[in-house]
């Protein structure tokens, strides 16, 4: 039986399993989670990820790590499918050595986690798929990196893996990952971009915004620094068919491309490196809809759409469709992050995504379908 049209999937969805959860809290310096007891003398735990973190970190629960509340979640949001990932920092902050043997058996209790999902109402497929983790710390071998590669290939319920912006120390230009992007090509992986480590602080001021300017400013010009280097570094004329897709809905990177496209065009040495004009690279990529508002969806979908201008041999300056666009748009919620601070039924990350999906102008009722899940379902090969 196909699956439906109108099936909701997440991808912007994210878990500290428990094996990562326990050397979170066998840590004593960032990344890490500790254990406080409240005024009322129970035991909370408290997570410390980001540099400058509110004093003690933020309460951390059960949503986090146990599958179950995942699933409820799901449930009460009407999400059907998750595609599950990793959340920041990974395993950026250990030797070489731990990181391979822990995104191994990462990857291992991922399968298992989605492997024994149920499944989509009287489906085959399954509620829970999963992106896997590579070992990306400074002196890891390139043999180590492809063989992980290899392992999440071969594991049925994972379909691509997150990665931060670091590679293996000197950022996702680096030529040596070229052995890498080149298997996850082979392997048809997707890669998810996701950020973690924002931009320059001094930027923030003093004014105590708390998080507010990393998470909504430096996290987004994180994967947007990140994702123009690798257009720069040409790695999408070596790899044609690598598939990346970008957290946030590609940060400030639709925003700026012309930009980026006239500072190439006045840079000969640059733009000898590349096969195309900067706008056609924004048309191979993918882009959570994570960004809260109807407005900025379709300001994205025009950008990827205009890439189609830019594709050898065309001419047209039509205006561009934003309905191409949305065909490489994908819901997300970066649950369990933003959870509600009152007891409110629903997560405004949730709703409000889901609103924005619904209100943007121009994106036809089958559009905003593909958005939701449909896009989703052809991305990840989850059809039957
Ligand atoms: O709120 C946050 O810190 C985060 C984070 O660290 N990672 C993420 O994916 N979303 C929000």
Redesign the pocket.
């Known amino acids: 039986m196909p699956l439906s049209a109108k099936l909701v999937v997440d991808i912007?969805t994210?878990v500290y399993l428990p094996r990562y959860a326990a050397l979170l809290r066998s840590r004593s310096s960032v990344p890490f989670i500790r254990s406080t007891t409240t005024h009322q003398g129970t035991s909370e735990d408290r997570l410390l990820?980001?540099d400058h973190e509110p004093s003690g970190g933020?309460p951390v629960g059960a949503q986090y790590w146990d599958r179950e509340e995942k699933l409820k979640f799901m449930d009460k949001h009407g999400i059907d499918i998750s595609i599950v990932s990793s959340?920041?920092?990974w395993l950026d902050f250990l030797p070489a050595s731990q990181a391979r043997t822990l995104a191994s058996e990462l990857n291992n209790d991922l399968e298992q986690y989605c492997s024994t999902s149920p499944v989509v109402g009287n489906h085959k497929v399954k509620r829970l798929y999963g992106l896997g983790l590579l070992p990306l710390v400074p002196e890891i071998t390139t043999s180590a990196l492809l063989e992980i590669v290899r392992q999440i290939g071969s594991l049925p319920h994972l379909r691509g893996l997150i990665m931060g912006t670091r590679g293996i120390g000197k950022g996702l230009d680096d030529e040596a990952l070229d052995p890498v992007w080149a298997a996850i090509e082979n392997a048809g992986l997707i890669v998810f971009l996701?950020?973690?480590y924002g931009v320059d602080g001094s930027a923030w001021g003093d004014k105590g915004n708390g998080?507010v300017l990393?998470?909504a400013l430096g996290?987004p010009f994180e994967t947007t620094t990140a994702a123009t280097r690798l257009i720069l570094s040409g790695v999408f004329d070596k790899f044609p068919s690598l598939r990346l897709l970008l957290?946030h809905s590609g940060g400030a990177l639709p925003a700026l491309s012309s930009r980026l496209a006239s500072c190439i065009g006045h840079d000969p040495i640059v733009a000898s490196r590349l096969k195309h004009d900067a706008r056609y690279y924004l048309g191979k990529l993918y882009l959570d809809a994570v960004a809260y508002g109807p407005e900025e969806l379709g300001f994205v979908s025009d950008v990827i759409s205009r890439a189609e201008r830019y594709k050898p041999g065309t001419s047209t300056k039509n205006a561009a469709n934003r309905s191409v666009g949305s065909k490489r748009m994908l819901f997300g919620t970066?649950h369990p992050?933003?959870p509600p601070l009152s007891s409110s039924n629903k997560w405004a990350s949730v709703t409000e995504n889901l609103e924005a999906i619904a209100d943007v102008e121009g994106w036809s009722e089958e559009d905003k379908d593909g958005v939701r899940g449909r896009n989703a379902i052809s991305l990840f090969n989850l059809e039957e």
Do not use: E, G, K
Request: charged residues 10%; proline residues 16%.
């Open positions: 912007h994210h990820i980001l933020r959340a920041n920092p996701h950020p973690h998080h990393p998470l996290f957290a970066d992050f933003f």
